[in-house]
């Protein structure tokens, strides 16, 4: 009994993103298509056990939920107001039932994915009800991810939906002319699972692979669903080569290793040659790069050597120069400083931070000061560096980071007094 409970909760996480999917395309709401999906899979914990599964669990859930609609639209008056279920010809005609009728089509997930990421929803709702829908996450998974309460996720994820749906917005996939923008806030939504496990904003834990691991996944179901889309595959690219550093990131202790000091030899060669070949597919789709094709170019070029010193810092630069012409990023100037640094020098490198010094954006950034306080110290100014290096613990989202930073700040303190 408990063995078929978790193979039916281990299908939930498989085929959950698709039934809600293809039950939203035909109904038109999201969140009653959750509620037929949940009910679904509620009815096979009842009747399997009984039963036996069926040889097609995919097709069993999706017949069973369908009826459920059909039950629902029944009993309740206003149902051609609240979901327009009945959609045959003509009044008193149900809606076909058969295993082609209720079948998906492959646009499903992808039409799923463009309203999970509509504009009309902040980031926040956009990040939690992707990860619900099309992630197949429980609303208390999504909730220790992100180290909130499971009622605040709850929360925004039901307000995500009444906003879906108090707005209007088709369960559809973009128009052509949409479809530029609409894909760019999909992208930014995985990339920002992503980033959040690979390097988390607060608690203490400065990995969290569980996430990383969802937002790859979902990044290449979208690049299946969109095989002529370069930038889906940048993407990809992009996170699969650095979630190949994962075991490296951190030590026993759980404090962040630097990439000169990461043993090479324990990256996941698998995942970088996975994310090479995402980088050719977008080199062959693209002219010129984008964003997350030049953000990947650039891990590509940590990837390969052998050893942190063969590193080839000017192509790494260029790539940094061409990504600052299409997103005009902080971020991105910052780290175009790390590699001037071994093209040009300390000096060089520290003079490109100064312009960030005003900038709102990296107010709250203990990584501007981390940097700044490294290029300091290879220059001989210990105590200046002591000083940001402090600054930067101050604004570390993790204690580990905060760990690191104090003992360089320690170090360059004994530097100076020498």
């Known amino acids: 009994m408990m063995e078929l409970r978790d193979s039916v909760e281990a299908l939930w996480r498989i085929e959950a993103p698709q039934l809600i999917a293809?039950?939203?395309?035909?109904?038109?709401?999201?969140?009653?298509?959750?509620?037929?999906?949940?009910?679904?899979?509620?009815?096979?914990?009842?009747?399997?056990?009984?039963?036996?599964?069926?040889?097609r669990p995919g097709a069993w859930l999706m017949t069973t939920a369908w009826h459920k609609a059909i039950d629902r639209a029944r009993r309740e008056e206003t149902a051609r107001k609240k979901a327009p279920l009945l959609v045959a010809g003509h009044a008193g005609?149900?809606?076909?039932?058969?295993d082609?009728?209720?079948?998906?089509?492959?646009?499903?997930?992808?039409?799923?994915?463009?309203?999970?990421?509509?504009?009309?929803?902040?980031?926040?709702?956009?990040?939690?009800?992707?990860?619900?829908?099309?992630?197949?996450?429980?609303?208390?998974?999504?909730?220790?991810?992100?180290?909130?309460?499971?009622?605040?996720?709850?929360?925004?994820?039901?307000?995500?939906?009444?906003?879906?749906?108090?707005?209007?917005?088709?369960?559809?996939?973009?128009?052509?002319?949409?479809?530029?923008?609409?894909?760019?806030a999909v992208l930014e939504v995985l990339y920002l699972?992503?980033?959040?496990?690979?390097?988390?904003?607060?608690?203490?834990?400065?990995?969290?692979?569980?996430?990383?691991?969802?937002?790859?996944?979902?990044?290449?179901?979208?690049?299946?669903?969109?095989?002529?889309?370069?930038?889906?595959?940048?993407?990809?690219?992009?996170?699969?080569?650095?979630?190949?550093?994962?075991?490296?990131?951190?030590?026993?202790?759980?404090?962040?290793?630097?990439?000169?000091?990461?043993d090479r030899r324990r990256w996941d060669r698998t995942l970088i040659d996975h994310g090479l070949g995402m980088l050719d597919r977008a080199f062959a789709l693209a002219r010129p790069l984008g964003p997350y094709s030049l953000q990947a170019a650039i891990s590509a070029c940590h990837a390969r050597p052998a050893t942190f010193a063969?590193?080839?810092?000017?192509?790494?630069?260029?790539?940094?120069?061409?990504?600052?012409?299409?997103?005009?990023?902080?971020?991105?100037?910052?780290?175009?400083?790390v590699a001037l640094l071994h093209v040009d020098g300390p000096q060089a490198a520290l003079d490109a931070t100064e312009s960030l010094l005003d900038d709102r954006r990296l107010a709250g950034y203990h990584l501007l000061g981390a940097v700044r306080g490294d290029l300091l110290s290879r220059l001989g100014l210990h105590a200046d560096a002591a000083a940001e290096l402090e600054r930067a613990s101050e604004l570390a989202p993790t204690k580990q980071e905060r760990h690191l930073l104090l003992g360089r700040m320690t170090d360059a303190l004994a530097a100076a007094a020498r």
């Open 193 to 262: 699972i992503f980033n959040e496990g690979y390097s988390a904003s607060s608690g203490d834990t400065v990995v969290r692979v569980d996430l990383a691991v969802e937002a790859m996944r979902m990044g290449r179901v979208l690049a299946g669903l969109l095989p002529t889309e370069p930038e889906v595959f940048g993407l990809v690219a992009l996170m699969e080569l650095q979630a190949s550093r994962f075991r490296t990131r951190v030590d026993e202790d759980g404090i962040p290793v630097q990439l000169e000091h990461q």
């Open 93 to 98: 005609e149900l809606p076909d039932v058969s």
């Open 310 to 337: 063969d590193t080839d810092w000017t192509a790494v630069l260029a790539l940094y120069d061409a990504l600052l012409q299409l997103t005009a990023s902080p971020v991105v100037e910052l780290n175009r400083a």
């Open 100 to 184: 082609e009728a209720l079948a998906p089509i492959p646009d499903d997930l992808l039409t799923m994915v463009f309203t999970t990421c509509h504009p009309v929803l902040s980031p926040e709702a956009r990040v939690a009800l992707t990860l619900r829908l099309f992630g197949g996450l429980s609303t208390d998974e999504i909730a220790r991810a992100f180290l909130a309460p499971s009622a605040t996720i709850g929360q925004r994820i039901s307000r995500a939906k009444r906003t879906l749906a108090e707005a209007r917005v088709p369960v559809e996939a973009p128009t052509a002319e949409d479809l530029p923008d609409r894909l760019r």
């Open 22 to 55: 293809t039950l939203a395309r035909r109904i038109g709401d999201l969140d009653i298509a959750e509620d037929l999906a949940s009910e679904a899979f509620v009815a096979a914990l009842e009747q399997w056990p009984v039963d036996g599964m069926p040889p």
